[in-house]
C-alpha cells in the first residue's frame, strides 16, 4: 500500500455519472459520416454500433476508455460497414464525435460542482 497523500492517478466517471448525451450515439455517428460523406440509415449505425459493442464486452476487462479505445471502437464499426481505409477514417470520426454530443450534467455532478 502507498504512503498516504500520494496519488497516483484520479479519475473521474463521466460518462453517464457526471454527464450524459442527450443525443442517441446511432444519431451522432450517423451525422459524423454524412460530414465525412458517407451515408447510411440509423438501421445500419445501430447494427454497426452493436457489432462494436460486442467488441468491446471482450475487451472492457484488459483495457481502459479512452481515445484509442475510442478510435478502434470506431474502426469496428466502420469495418462492419464495409468502409475503405477503417483505421484512417476512424482517426477522423473518433476526432469529430466529440464535437458533435451534446450532454447535459447529472444531479450527481451538480452536487459535487455546487458543493
Known amino acids: 500500500m502507498g504512503k498516504p497523500g500520494k496519488i497516483k492517478v484520479f479519475s473521474f466517471d463521466f460518462g453517464g455519472t457526471l454527464a450524459y448525451e442527450t443525443t442517441d450515439d446511432h444519431i451522432i455517428f450517423q451525422k459524423v459520416l454524412k460530414e465525412l460523406g ?34 478502434d471502437f470506431h474502426k469496428r464499426m466502420l469495418s462492419y460497414l464495409k468502409l475503405p481505409n477503417p483505421e484512417k477514417l476512424a482517426m477522423q470520426t473518433s476526432r469529430f464525435y466529440p464535437q458533435n454530443s451534446t450532454s447535459k450534467h447529472t444531479a450527481t455532478s451538480n452536487k459535487l460542482f455546487k458543493g
Open 38 to 71: 458517407y451515408s447510411f440509415n440509423q438501421s445500419e449505425i445501430k447494427e454497426a454500433m452493436k457489432h462494436a459493442r460486442a467488441w468491446w464486452e471482450h475487451e472492457k476487462d484488459k483495457r481502459i476508455w479512452d481515445e484509442n479505445a475510442l478510435k
